[in-house]
C-alpha cells in the first residue's frame, strides 16, 4: 500500500477581480453564467469573484443571487459601483442606464462591460467614449458586450478574412430575424419604449448585425439608405415580466420605436451592403445570417446552425466548387479549446463566457478590449444615421468616421 496521502490542498488561488452586475434579468443571467463558466473553463490569469448583484427589486435579485451565487446584493447600483471589493462593474440593464452607469463606474475606477446597444443616443455614447477614454489613461477598461463576435464560427470567418480567404470584400449581406413581437397583444415592455430602449429591432438586434458584419469584414460603414416600420402601434401595459415575454397589465399604450429596420449601405472598402433587422419575422426565431462575398470567396453564417461556417474558395474552380459546410467545433478554431471534443458543438450561452475570459485576459494583461466604447460609439451613429435615412424617406445618410481610435 502507498504511504502517498490520500488528499492535497487545491492550487492557491490566482489574483481575483470583483466583479458587481446590475440586471437579474435574461442578460443578467446570460453574463452571470459567462462569469461562472470561464472561471472554470478558461482557468483565466484573473480569477472572477462573483461579488455583487445589482437590483432594485430586492427578492427578484436575492432570488438571482442564490441560483447563481452571488455573495451580495445591492439594490442600489450606486451602492454597488462604489462597493471597494467590486473591481469591473457589469452593466445588463436597459439601454437609458447605461450612460449614467458607466460614466459614474470609470471615474470611481471599476472597469466596465456594457450591454448592447451603448447606449440610446450618440450624445451619451460620445460622453461614453471620452469617459473610457480618460478612464483608460489610468489602467481603467472597459467594453461593450456585443458577444456575438464570440460565436467561434464568426471569430473563424474574421480569422479567414484577415488571412486573405475572401480577398476584396464585394457584397455584405446581413439579417436578424426573431418573431417573439409578432403578437399585437404581446405587452409594452421597455424594449418598445423608445426613451428606455432608444429604438426598436433597429438597436436592438439591429446592432449586432451592424457589429458582426464590420467585425469579420474590418470595414466600416460609410454611409445608409433605410426604412423603418411600426406595424403595431399600440400595445397593452406589462404587469409581471419574465425575460422578454410579460404578463398583459391594466391599460394600453403606443409602441414609440421601429418594428423593423431594413437598409443598404456602403462599406468603407467599396462593398455593397443590405442589412434586416425585425423581431417580426415569423418562424425566425434568433436567425442572424451573415454573408459576405469577395473576389476570392465567400462566408455565410447562421446563427441558427452556429457551429457551423459555410466557406467557398473561388481559387480552386472545379468540380467541387461551391460552399463547403466547415464544423467549427475543432481545437484549432477560436475558442473550442476550452471546451469539448469535436462535433460536440457550443450554444448561445458560450458566446457570454468567451466574452468574459476575453475581458479578465485583456484586464490582466493590461490591455485594451475590444469592442471597445470608441467601437459601441461608431454603432451607435451607424444607428442614428439609419433613423435620420428613414425618417427623411430613405435619403442616402452620410456616417461620420469615429473620433476616438486606439
Ligand atoms: C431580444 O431581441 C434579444 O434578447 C436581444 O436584446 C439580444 O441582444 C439578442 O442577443 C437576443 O435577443
Not at 397593452?236 to 431594413?262: C, K, N, Y
Not at 457551423?308 to 474552380?317: F, I, S
Amino acid at each position: 500500500m502507498s504511504s502517498e496521502p490520500s488528499t492535497t490542498d487545491r492550487a492557491p488561488e490566482r489574483r481575483s477581480l470583483g466583479i458587481g452586475l446590475i440586471g437579474y434579468s435574461f442578460m443578467g443571467q446570460a453574463h452571470s453564467q459567462g462569469w461562472r463558466n470561464a472561471r472554470s473553463f478558461f482557468d483565466p490569469q484573473l480569477t472572477p469573484r462573483l461579488v455583487a448583484l445589482g437590483g432594485r427589486d430586492a427578492g427578484a435579485a436575492n432570488d438571482m443571487a442564490r441560483r447563481f451565487d452571488w455573495a451580495h446584493v445591492e439594490t442600489d447600483w450606486r451602492a454597488l459601483i462604489t462597493r471597494d471589493d467590486v473591481d469591473l462593474v457589469d452593466i445588463c440593464t436597459p439601454g437609458d442606464t447605461h450612460a449614467e452607469i458607466a460614466i459614474a463606474a470609470l471615474e470611481a475606477g471599476k472597469h466596465v462591460l456594457c450591454e448592447k446597444p451603448l447606449a440610446n443616443s450618440v450624445e451619451e455614447a460620445v460622453a461614453m467614449a471620452r469617459a473610457a477614454e480618460c478612464a483608460r489613461a489610468k489602467g481603467v477598461r472597459s467594453m461593450v458586450g456585443f458577444t456575438y463576435r464570440r460565436v467561434p464560427a464568426v471569430a473563424y470567418a474574421r480569422q479567414l478574412v484577415e488571412e486573405g480567404l475572401v480577398g476584396e470584400v464585394r457584397h455584405v449581406r446581413a439579417q436578424y430575424l426573431q418573431d417573439w413581437l409578432v403578437d399585437p397583444e404581446s405587452p409594452l415592455t421597455w424594449r418598445l419604449q423608445k426613451e428606455r430602449a432608444g429604438s426598436g429591432a433597429l438597436g436592438d438586434v439591429g446592432a449586432h448585425v451592424v457589429d458582426l458584419t464590420q467585425f469579420i469584414t474590418g470595414e466600416r460603414l460609410t454611409g445608409v439608405s433605410a426604412l423603418t416600420e411600426t406595424f403595431v402601434k399600440e400595445r397593452p401595459l406589462p404587469g409581471a415580466v419574465h425575460g422578454l415575454s410579460a404578463e398583459v397589465g391594466e391599460g394600453r399604450g403606443q409602441v414609440t420605436v421601429d418594428d423593423a429596420a431594413i437598409f443598404i449601405g456602403r462599406f468603407s472598402g467599396g462593398a455593397l451592403a443590405t442589412f434586416e433587422a425585425t423581431r417580426f419575422a415569423t418562424g425566425r426565431k434568433n436567425s442572424i445570417r451573415v454573408e459576405i462575398n469577395g473576389s476570392h470567396g465567400s462566408l455565410s453564417f447562421d446563427f441558427e446552425d452556429m457551429n457551423v461556417l459555410h466557406v467557398h474558395d473561388a481559387t480552386a474552380p472545379g468540380p467541387r466548387s461551391g460552399f463547403t459546410r466547415v464544423l467549427v467545433t475543432e481545437e484549432t478554431h477560436p475558442y473550442v479549446a476550452a471546451w469539448w471534443p469535436p462535433g460536440h458543438g457550443l450554444g448561445y450561452e458560450h458566446g457570454f463566457t468567451h466574452q468574459a475570459a476575453d475581458l479578465l485576459a485583456a484586464i490582466a494583461e493590461g490591455r485594451d478590449p475590444s469592442p471597445s466604447f470608441a467601437d459601441g460609439l461608431g454603432i451607435q451613429r451607424v444607428l442614428a444615421a439609419v433613423e435620420t435615412s428613414a425618417a427623411s424617406g430613405a435619403a442616402w445618410t452620410p456616417i461620420d468616421p469615429p473620433e476616438i481610435s486606439y
